[in-house]
Structure formats: C-alpha cells, structure tokens
C-alpha cells in the first residue's frame, strides 16, 4: 500500500506540473517566425493557424529588439512543449501503475 500511495503523490506532483506548463505555453506566441527579404532588407512576420487560415503578423525588421524577443519566446514553448509531451507520458505511466492491482 506503500507504494500506491507514493505513486498516487507522484501522480498529483505531474498533474500540477503539467497545468503549471500549460499556463505557461498559453501565455506564450503560437506560431513560427519568418522572414523575407525585399529591397536587400529582412523583414520578419509571425506566421500561425487560426482555424483553417494562416495569419501573417508583421513584426518587424532584422535585429530589432521584438523580432529577437519574440524569437526566443517561440524557442522557449518549443522546449515547453516537448516538456508537457514527456509529463503526458510520466502521467500516463503513473495512472496505469495505479490500476494494477
């Protein structure tokens, strides 16, 4: 019984962690950041689905501060999400642990 109980608090921790993650991913830009290059000048816009449609966003030209910014925010969700999947996964694990009887 030990052990069940040890695994039902670890299942707790994961599920709390992983809202947390999804907070976190939420408050962050969807989407991916390109460029195109007109005139010898980079511009960049931000590039993401809503519904079935592809919404360009411009947001600026190279090394400005938001395009960088907004760089290493996408590059942040990434490694959240890949995060999440491995929690997902943990919880999924723990869930069926506790079935076994």
Partial sequence: MEIR?????ELGKIRKNIDTIK???NELPKGALVYIVRDGNAYYY?????GKKVI???VGK???????KLELQIEQRKKLEQK????????RIASKM???R
Avoid: A, F, M, T
């Avoid at 109980?5 to 608090?9: F, M």
């Avoid at 999440?84 to 919880?91: D, G, I, N, T, V």
């Fill in 56 to 58: 360009s966003i411009y």
């Fill in 5 to 9: 109980k040890l695994v039902d608090r």
């Fill in 46 to 50: 931000l590039k993401r689905r809503e």
């Fill in 84 to 91: 999440l999947k491995k929690l997902q996964e943990e919880e």
């Fill in 98 to 100: 506790l079935l076994v």
């Fill in 23 to 25: 907070s976190e991913i």
């Fill in 62 to 68: 190279e090394h400005e501060d938001n395009v960088l």
